[in-house]
Structure formats: structure tokens, C-alpha cells
């Protein structure tokens, strides 16, 4: 099967079609159409009908969708049925929180170790192991990690992301604010709390454009 | 002195300077040009000169910014300086989690409590107080918050938001992934982990258009 391309506007809509669709009480009908889903979500009927197309051809014009196939559909075309193994550098307060946050593993995200310069335990709360980063590029040999999440202070990102790479990791994912520079066939998402945050504080002092 | 309107793409940008300017090492030189940061950072030379300029006043052709003095004007101008309080609703790991990082401080957001229906404990490990929902409303008032942090489960997130804003917040982070309805004054953003995650995921499987 061809790999449908998607755009990161419609990545962002998918997880809450799926979400809306799980919230629906046990005894509604087994049906649903791009419409409903569109006027619950306050999203137009035109982009609903799109989306759900390009990622399940169950939809019928009377009918709609069939619900557990399109839960079904939407979760596979996100691969949340598909577990990815990933490792995380830098076990502080927000490391350990993403290792032991369970929310991931419904998106099929496996943070299998934390790794860091100096670990304060061998283990989080959840039990899942922390290491030196010594054991760094052992580990992500032995298990072919691809996927590596940096949760270091800002002063010491470039070289977690300098490590990993050397280590094969092949997709990171970036919660240090700072800018990464890596190779282009290397992928980087950042991840800015920060941002978030000053963007909020500068809506609520009316400072920020409407765009 | 009236606020200066400020899009978000600048806003993603800043916290980058900020970040640039506080790693360089203490006996570099005291000025900074827009031109060496943009090519620290891989960004343009004359996006930066505009960003720069929009914040500080302090740029001379020949000289550059002072550095200190830049890292003052970017940190006032994101209001870092200044305390917001809030609060947080769902004190289960990823609540507990961000109460605990103390990564936020820097960026002028103080958490002062969690609530949740069913605290499983008084406080967070940093010594943060959880109470149970019950003392919501009451909490909010006498500490007059306006930013509520969601993170409870998707199927509580809309009701959550419903609590906070019969309390008086005004402006709610949302980390639950699901639209959230909400009167025209009230702000949302939506920090969405699972789609940056899969985001990164679809990258590595060649799937996402780049935008």
C-alpha cells in the first residue's frame, strides 16, 4: 500500500476525532456521519468529510461511518496500534514524568530507559530503569532504538542530541528550548512548554496577534 | 506605554535568543549582532534584526546589542520577570509532573496547588498541595488565579474547564487532547503531546508533507 501523505493541520484534528469518538456513551447508535462529528467539534463539514476519507473508505452518503471501524481506522492510520520504542536522555523532574506518564503508551509511544550524567535513582516511581549515559550507545544498539527524547537543560541539548545520533537515533524529540542543529536526514520536534506558556500570559494581556 | 502586538511565530523564536544569549560563555564579548545570532541559530539576518528591534531598543549599527541588556529586554518583554499564579486540575502523573518542574519558575509561572476528584495524596513530592476539587472555587477566589492547567482524562477535560472557569479563570492550558468549548473571552491552548509524537513518528515513516 502507498503511504497517503498527510499535512500536520490534519495530525492535529485526528487525535480529537478520535477522542470525540471514544467519549460516546456505549448505547449511541453504532453509526456516525462527517456532519455530527464536525458540528460537536465545531470544525466545518467539508474538512471532516476530507479527513475522514483520506484515512477510512468505510463511509457510506446515508449512513456515515460505521464507529468502531472508523476508531479503528483512524487509530492504525496513526500507527497507535504499532508500539515505538524510544529512550530518553536526561532522567531530572520532567524526564521521570514523561517515563512514567502511562497516556503515551495509547499512542503507542514505548519509553523503554532514561538515561542520564548523573542519575539521582536507578529507577522512577513507574519502575522503569535509569542509567548512566555511559550505557547510552549499548542500550540503543542492543534494542534498535530509533527514537530518542531530550529532557536535559538547555546548556547540555546540542550534545544529548550529538550522543544520540552517534547512537543511531534517528527521530528526537525535543523539550530543551533551544535550536538543534543536526543533519537533514535527521528528524527534530520541538517541543516548547515555554512558549505555550508566554503565548497564554500574552493573550491574557491582549499582547498577542490573532492569526 | 502602550504593548506592542506580537505574532507567535516571533514568540517561538524568542525564548531561542534568550536561551543563545544566556549559553554564551561569561568572557565573551560584551556586544552581540543580530548577524551572529542569526547564524548561531540557523535563522535569518534580518528576521532577527526586526525581532530584536520590536523588543529592545538598545541596538547600535556599528556595535550591536549589549548583551546583558538584550537578556533583560527579551526576559521583560516575555514577562518571565513577572508571577502568574495558577492552578491545576487532575493531579494524577502528568499533573503531579508539571507541578514539580521547576523549569517553569524561570518563565514566571508559579502552580500554587493541584485539585483533583480523588487526591491520591496531600502533596506532590516538591511539597506543592493537592486538595480535592471540593475546595476549588474557594482556592481560586481567595487567590484570585486566572490560568488553570487541565490534565485531566479527555472524557473529564470539558467539564474540568466548566469548573475552572465558574471559579474565574481566564485563560486554561489544556493538555488533555480535546477541543474544549469555550465563551469568546476565554483562552485556550492546547498542548498536544500526541501530536507531536505522532508528528515525529509519521516523519520517520515518510508520511507527513512538510510544510
Not at 37 to 57: I, N
Not at 70 to 94: H, M, Q, V
Not at 110 to 124: H, R, W, Y
Not at 126 to 154: M, Q, W
Request: charged share 25%; aromatic share 6%.
Amino acid at each position: 500500500m502507498q503511504l497517503k501523505k498527510v499535512s500536520k493541520a490534519m495530525l492535529r484534528r485526528l487525535p480529537g476525532y478520535l477522542d470525540y469518538l471514544k467519549s460516546l456513551p456505549e448505547n449511541a447508535s453504532a453509526n456516525i456521519s462527517a456532519r455530527t462529528m464536525a458540528d460537536a467539534l465545531g470544525l466545518g463539514d467539508v474538512l471532516v468529510r476530507k479527513d475522514l476519507a483520506m484515512v477510512s473508505d468505510g463511509g457510506r452518503c446515508k449512513t456515515g461511518h460505521l464507529r468502531e471501524t472508523l476508531i479503528k481506522d483512524i487509530e492504525d492510520f496513526l500507527d497507535y496500534n504499532k508500539r515505538a520504542d524510544a529512550i530518553l536522555i536526561g532522567a531530572g523532574k520532567l524526564g521521570q514524568a514523561l517515563m512514567g506518564y502511562d497516556g503515551f503508551e495509547g499512542y503507542g509511544l514505548n519509553i523503554l530507559a532514561g538515561f542520564d550524567i548523573a542519575p539521582t535513582c536507578t529507577q522512577t516511581d513507574s519502575g522503569k530503569p535509569i542509567y548512566s549515559i555511559d550505557a547510552l550507545e549499548d542500550f540503543c544498539h542492543k534494542n534498535d532504538v530509533r527514537i530518542g527524547i531530550i529532557t536535559v537543560p538547555s546548556s547540555h541539548a546540542q550534545q544529548a542530541c550529538d550522543m544520540l545520533i552517534a547512537c543511531g537515533i534517528k527521530a528526537i524529540w525535543n523539550f530543551a528550548p533551544v535550536h538543534l542543529r543536526v543533519a537533514k536526514h535527521i528528524l527534530v520536534q520541538n517541543e516548547n512548554l515555554a512558549v505555550s506558556l508566554t503565548a497564554l500570559r500574552m493573550q491574557l494581556k491582549g499582547q498577542l496577534n490573532d492569526e
